[in-house]
């Protein structure tokens, strides 16, 4: 069984050890590639994944664009506008989006309260997207802040969300329950902060979905105030351990999947 991960860049990514430990621990013979595979080429690569691949992830920047390609949507992916997961029965590609209920896995593991609580996300992307479509289907109420105002405000009105505008960005951290970075500022420099110094929710959570470094700026300065915080690793590993389910037919060991995951980030430079 071949299985893979499509993005740009993904020489780093951390889904083949975790995958592949998984495979190994519920003793299923298969790999999983990291393809590399830049925007030009989605189309030929999909094209690959149909004849020679049982699933692929997808990963940034195909989200979104991947759609195009695919023969059929699951309900949730139908929905959120974003695939993560690929699933390949007999050339027929249908999507999949395990990023949302990954993220939910997440908070639960945590203990995150998230029912009937003010969640604010920051960024409106792909991830973006299926964790605020995922919190508003649990009950939360949920707001989007994100630097292109437009981009914002198409996601709000696609699933009811409501709008913070720059002006009331500081209220509405100050007064969310739980704020949730989905945007890439602490990836590539971990000194860098999506918020202005200082600003934090009065109370609650944090969740930063950046897994490496596994505590941002972020998640530092709401340590440091004294509220709970959760990186990304959570969220990776959940929707990996969905996506297997989908592709097999088996529960993977979530636990082995942390261990493969922990051990890559261990091994892995700083850029």
């Known amino acids: 069984m071949k299985l893979g991960l499509i993005g740009f860049p993904v020489a780093h990514s951390l889904s083949p050890a975790m ?3 998984a495979l190994r621990a519920a003793g299923l013979e298969g790999s999983y590639l990291a393809l590399e595979t830049p925007p030009q080429f989605l189309r030929a690569r999909l094209q690959e994944v149909r004849r020679e691949y049982a699933g692929v992830n997808v990963t940034i920047p195909h989200k979104e664009s991947v759609l195009a390609y695919l023969d059929e949507l699951a309900p949730e992916a139908s929905a959120i506008g974003a695939v993560n997961t ?7 590609l249908t999507g999949y989006n395990t990023d949302a209920l990954g993220f939910i896995s997440g908070l639960d593991e945590a203990g995150i309260s998230y029912r009937n609580k003010k969640a604010l996300v920051l960024g409106a992307g792909g991830a973006a997207r299926a964790i605020a479509y995922a919190l508003k289907e649990e009950g939360a109420r949920v707001a989007i802040y994100n630097r292109t105002i437009e981009r914002a405000r198409e996601l709000c009105e696609a699933f009811g969300l409501h709008l913070v505008s720059p002006p009331l960005l500081d ?3 100050r007064s969310c329950d739980l704020l949730i970075n989905t945007t890439s500022v602490g990836l590539k420099d971990p000194h860098t902060s999506p918020l202005p110094e200082g600003l934090l929710p ?3 959570a944090v969740v930063d ?3 490496n470094p596994a505590i941002t700026q972020l ?6 105030a004294g509220l709970l915080t959760l990186g990304g690793l959570p969220m990776l590993v959940w929707q990996g351990a969905l996506a297997l389910e989908l592709w097999t037919g088996v529960k993977p060991n979530v636990q082995v999947m942390y261990a493969a995951a922990r051990a890559g980030l261990n091994e892995t430079p700083r850029p």
């Open 202 to 204: 009065r109370e609650g």
């Open 209 to 211: 979905i950046i897994y």
């Open 19 to 21: 995958h592949e430990a």
């Open 171 to 173: 209220t509405a951290v």
């Open 219 to 224: 998640m530092r300065a709401a340590q440091s």
């Open 86 to 92: 690929i699933v390949c029965e007999g050339a027929r």
